[in-house]
């Protein structure tokens, strides 16, 4: 099968680029001397975290971060039983999670809230629990400093084995400078949190933090044991903004046909629109806004030029080619790749990669992905 | 089943708004005296279809229009036959098609250029073809007085049935003379394009238009034989704005858990994301921007004012509650619903409804979706 052959739209993953970028995140975390835990909101597929494992230092990472109940309910059917659920724990979802470590698996669970920890601690089989930490995102968590740190511990009791933070406004960094700034401010975060539950008598074997920009920026991982990047992965044109990889290093991308041209517009329409593509806009705010993506050729090659797609409607794209592709009017039928905006989230609406790898346009196998929950 | 009881996050469908919304659209084309060919993008439900073909006058539709080569295998297997798939077709698409067509299906294809429609005419089993006419939105189609529309239609021959347009530019409308006149222009293309035609000789029985808004705002359909809207089935947020439907008759939305309270900003956190939610942002261009959606109670009730999603990650989304609403924090766990900036993309994430009657939190059904392609 080659890639000529797949129906569109479809995922495709460079297992040479996967591998690359695996072992690049694998060689900073052996570097900083820190424990990897990747994050499987991003791949979502048992065949892309085998290579992940495969990858690190030492024979490389045990324990996985999954952002899903069903990303953990998969992996642990495949034998990888060490997580953590990375998400606030409920507790109804608390009642799945006992349930699954009741067959075997060991899903570590977050709470930044009292009342959650002492519901915790009255379950019938508590999982291991992490506190949650702002380190600035203003997402979940509570500041390292929050008196309600020691009362949350106190709650979860023996239950209680770390603290773990995301340093998600790295997203916002747009410098080297800014980000080794905003990972230091999460190692300071995740650390003094940790050292204040120690000097109240708790043991802390985890400190975990970590985003894909600031696991690569970070210049000291002192008192941290883990770090938990996803989208290292794959890669996307925004992380090539924000400078965590080069344009060269994007896995993963959607194979489209083209299905109209407009050679008087210089424009051509592709099936693969805002389900496929999805509607995420994150280069919008980076030096180069790439619309809903960056065509590539089927290659994934950027033969090209800046040609992107300009609008999204469910089903169609609608692409504005490079001023230098003045009369470019591809044959119906003519297949291209998308490089994504945010890979987590064009990944999300399809259930399956193809599996080239470099530029053969062979495909070498097809991965399923858990999508849903 | 209650709602309570469901995982989360999930989608919910008032079985009683859907109802509403159906026969409101039929009775609309009846007093049009237009047929209703309705369009599966959007609920990509074979229950919701069966309710959508009963509400029309004389039993309703019997055609319906796909998105996805997958809602029509999926349909023609559920026995409904008659479709026109309409996204451009592609020679491979063309196989898949003629494929389900030779075991029962009646799938009609668009196109709206030279080559492909020589391809469709020296195909072995050739569909039913359209010509796509673009009245206005400028996405695909070739306009009505376009030179080529003659020379598409003489490739296809006798395999020429009908033309279609879509005035998907009645997004941009707002206000109800707005809207009509681009229903008005939508007709005049698509009657011109096949009085064109049929005065070189073609006989065109199916001239094929509609969005939502332009069906219900449409003050004539002279020569149309048949409109295909799709999101009128459940609305969403963007339609209520632009004045499709009243900001009640919205029958999706997304059940999500409160994962997270942060009284002091006026915050709360739910477990439904960018992925649950899409990343849609339809509503910013109106008068009433709603974030990534508008919160509603268990019950599907604006009971808390306007509080919306101001922050979608991929698993959480941050509420900024209603200023009247200072110190609400809600217990971890408690459920909310979520209205859709637009219910396509929403659903699109989602496998299955969980159907409700009104403010009822009973699950009376749970009814399969076909997602991907």
Chains 1, 2 share one sequence.
């Not at 479809?10 to 680029?17: E, K, T, Y």
């Not at 991982?221 to 883990?226: A, L, N, P, Q, W």
């Not at 080619?321 to 009017?329: E, G, I, V």
Request: proline residues 5%; negative net charge.
């Amino acid at each position: 099968m080659r890639l000529s052959d797949l129906p569109t739209p479809c995922l495709v993953l460079d297992r040479q680029v996967l591998q690359r970028n695996l072992a690049r995140m694998a060689h900073a975390a052996e570097a900083g001397n820190v424990a990897l835990r990747p994050h499987m909101k991003t791949a979502k597929s048992m065949d892309v975290l085998k290579l992940a494992m495969a990858a690190g230092p030492g024979g490389g990472p045990r324990g996985i971060t999954v952002s899903t109940l069903a990303e953990a309910e998969y992996v642990s059917g495949h034998g990888a039983m060490d997580m953590i659920y990375a998400v606030g724990i409920t507790p109804q979802k608390l009642d799945q999670v006992a349930k699954l470590n009741a067959a075997g698996a060991d899903i570590k669970v977050i709470t930044d809230d009292v009342a959650m920890a002492a519901r915790i601690a009255e379950h019938n089989n508590p999982p291991k629990v992490l506190i949650e930490i702002d380190c600035g995102e203003h997402r979940g968590g509570l500041e390292a400093e929050a008196a309600r740190l020691l009362e949350i511990a106190a709650k979860l009791g023996p239950n209680l084995v770390g603290v773990l933070t995301h340093a998600g406004h790295s997203y916002a960094g747009r410098s080297a400078k800014a980000m080794a700034e905003i990972a230091e401010a999460e190692r300071v975060a995740a650390v003094h949190a940790a050292e204040r539950l120690r000097a109240s008598g708790h043991e802390i074997t985890i400190v975990s933090i970590g985003s894909s920009p600031t696991a690569l920026a970070g210049r000291s991982f002192e008192g941290i044991t883990e770090i938990r990047p996803g989208v290292y992965m794959f890669g996307d044109l925004f992380q090539a903004e924000i400078g965590t990889h080069g344009h060269g290093d994007i896995a993963v991308s959607a194979l489209a046909s083209v299905i109209g041209t407009r050679p008087d517009q210089g424009k051509i329409l592709l099936d693969a629109g805002s389900i496929a593509l999805s509607k995420d806009r994150s280069t919008a705010d980076t030096a180069h806004d790439m619309g809903f993506g960056l065509i590539v050729d089927l290659k994934g090659q950027p033969s090209l030029g800046r040609s992107i797609v300009v609008k999204a409607y469910q089903e169609h794209g609608v692409v504005a080619l490079d001023p230098s592709l003045p009369n470019f009017a591809p044959p119906i039928g003519s297949k291209l790749r998308i490089l994504p905006n945010h890979v987590c989230l064009m990944a999300a609406a399809h259930d399956r990669y193809f599996v080239v790898n470099g530029d053969s346009e062979e495909v070498i196998a097809v991965w399923p992905r858990v999508c849903g929950w």
